[in-house]
């Protein structure tokens, strides 16, 4: 939310200090892009791995936490193997916030006729259901790109040459193989999470937004 913040600073016309919907998805997916590069796709990277682990006792297990895994990524593959699957997760995140950011305006607008910057502060029930209705987007417009973001990130090149040779191959690839349908694989638990997160999310954000404005904002 803070990079989303600065990134629409930017794209406001600089005469009316209006945001344009262009601007909105840009801030959006700009706040994503820096939000998968600087956070999600190292700690992403680590997490499908020792997901993947399954079935072994602790002792044959590769990867013994989280502290051990990184640095056998980054001694076997290089420090970018911890950056592995890194274009489509810029690719789902950037589209993710994008999505979500530009629909939750739309939905406060549209169902309670709350526009940006006009004093109201929208009740917790009222956030909730727009940040869910928000929340939805994302995981139907990125599903691609997050399969594609695990296939990479759960292959190792240590266990010798790569299935998946990039972004772009991995979703022909899969499509070939496995049809169009697959590249929407687990979007039904996706969600059954991220929706109800953005929910609570949007309800928490929304009251801190409007006490601030009302203290520090209002004449």
């Not at 609570?200 to 209002?218: C, F, K, L, P």
Request: net charge positive; proline share 5%.
């Amino acid at each position: 939310m803070g990079s989303n913040a600065v990134f629409q600073s930017a794209f406001k016309d600089a005469e009316t200090g209006k945001l344009s919907n262009r601007g909105r998805l840009l801030s959006g997916f700009g706040a994503g892009v820096l939000e998968a590069l600087v956070i999600v796709t190292p700690f992403e990277v680590v997490k499908i791995r020792l997901q993947q682990q399954k079935g072994l006792s602790p002792e044959l297990l590769k990867y013994k936490g989280p502290v051990h895994c990184a640095a056998m990524i980054v001694r076997e593959e290089g420090i970018f193997g911890l950056w592995a699957g890194a274009a489509p997760t810029v690719m789902r995140n950037g589209t993710n916030q994008a999505a979500m950011f530009t629909a939750k305006n739309s939905f406060d607008i549209l169902l309670w006729k709350k526009h940006e910057g006009d004093g109201k502060v929208l009740l917790p029930w009222q956030s909730m259901i727009s940040g869910f209705l928000a929340g939805t987007a994302g995981p139907v417009c990125t599903g691609p790109f997050d399969v594609v973001k695990t296939r990479l990130m759960a292959q190792s090149r240590s266990n010798g040459e790569l299935k998946y040779k990039g972004m772009f191959h991995a979703i022909r690839t899969i499509y070939v193989e496995e049809g169009l349908r697959a590249l929407w694989k687990g979007l039904v638990p996706r969600l059954m999470r991220i929706p109800p997160g953005q929910a609570i999310m949007w309800a928490v954000a929304d009251q801190v937004m409007g006490a601030y404005e009302r203290r520090y904002m209002t004449t």
